[in-house]
């Protein structure tokens, strides 16, 4: 059998198409647009191609995007600075702090100084502490989670009952996602590094969620047969065939795997799109929230 492929890239675009006849109509009405203010910290390629990424997306659906590149080396205290003048600033309707930031910046604290009704990556403690308690809506869900949830329902993946598994319990991806599957009535295991005869317990899985940061790591053979694979990873490994050296891949051995599973999202063009159209629909919500409109 070869697996239906969940492709992120369409499911993302047909968001992002969604996202922007709402900001259109919302411009006829008010005559404002949202806006994301997009910080980064220093000279990470990765996090300079994502925030490229993520400032391009909002241009396309009418999103103004506000850039805040600093230098490696910038204060604690500046760069808090610049989150509560953001904070201040009307037109700015959702704040992105990329991550990770530089080792001499305290993040816990960054993140919390984030009004929690801009905090469109939704890793404020208040936001993420409700997100774990039952019956306790956020303002805003993390975005690679959020997309995770998102294409089980595009594609018609039903989560109630069914036998979830979370590779990963980062802060940013295992964790949250993990608890919108429970709330979503998903029977939840959650593993991680300390876990013992991980391909067992992953082989219970008929939503298998990967976000561990290990190049194909889950083989087929560690798939139950039918399951459904929302594979998170993105690992650069060394492709000399390539213009740029390497190639990415997921968590997922991709080819094994899509024998044995019913569903699969590809790496690239799955869940990392989805991230982005997440983080635009956060963006948008926000404004409307300051906004006053529904
Ligand atoms: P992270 O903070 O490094 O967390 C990795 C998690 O995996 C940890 O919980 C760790 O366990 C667990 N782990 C590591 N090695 C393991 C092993 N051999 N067996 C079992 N568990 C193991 O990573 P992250 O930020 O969550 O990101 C995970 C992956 O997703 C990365 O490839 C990242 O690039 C990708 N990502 C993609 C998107 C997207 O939009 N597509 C967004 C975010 C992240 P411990 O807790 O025990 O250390
Ligand atoms: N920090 C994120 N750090 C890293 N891949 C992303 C991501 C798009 N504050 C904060 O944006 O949400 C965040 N908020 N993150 N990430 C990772 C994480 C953050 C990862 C991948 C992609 C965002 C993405 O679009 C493409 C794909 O998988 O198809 C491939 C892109 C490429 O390099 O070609």
Request: glycine content about 10%.
């Amino acid at each position: 059998m070869t697996a239906e492929l969940i492709d992120g890239k369409a499911i993302a675009k047909t968001i992002r198409g969604e996202i922007a006849a709402e900001v259109e109509t919302l411009k006829a009405k008010t005559g404002k647009v949202p806006g994301l203010a997009a910080v980064l910290v220093g000279q990470r390629k990765d996090s300079q191609t994502y925030v490229r990424m993520k400032k391009k997306a909002c241009a396309e659906v009418g999103i103004t995007s506000f850039g805040h590149d600093l230098p490696e080396d910038i204060s604690q205290a500046e760069l808090l600075k610049v989150v509560q003048d953001l904070n201040a600033n009307p037109d700015v309707h959702g704040i992105l702090v990329q991550l990770p930031l530089p080792d001499h910046i305290d993040d816990e604290e960054i993140l919390g100084a984030i009004s929690i009704e801009k905090d469109v990556d939704g890793f404020h403690p208040i936001n993420i502490g409700r997100l774990s308690m039952k019956r306790r809506d956020p303002l805003f869900v993390p975005c690679t989670p959020k997309g995770c949830i998102e294409l089980l329902d595009r594609s018609g993946v039903e989560i109630e009952g069914k036998q979830a598994v979370v590779l990963g319990r980062s802060n940013i991806v295992g964790l949250p996602v993990a608890m919108l599957l429970l709330h979503r009535n998903a029977t939840l295991t959650i593993c991680h590094s300390r876990t013992k005869n991980l391909p067992d317990v992953v082989r219970q899985a008929d939503i298998l969620i990967a976000a561990v940061g290990r190049a194909e790591m889950v083989r087929g053979d560690w798939v139950k047969p039918g399951a459904v694979i929302i594979d998170v990873g993105v690992n650069a490994v060394d492709d000399a065939t390539k213009k740029k050296g390497y190639r990415l891949v997921g968590d997922v051995a991709f080819e094994e795997a899509k024998e044995v599973a019913s569903k699969i999202t590809p790496v690239p063009g799955g869940v990392g799109p989805m991230t982005i159209a997440m983080l635009l629909r956060n963006t948008l919500d926000g404004a409307k929230h300051a906004w006053g409109v529904e």
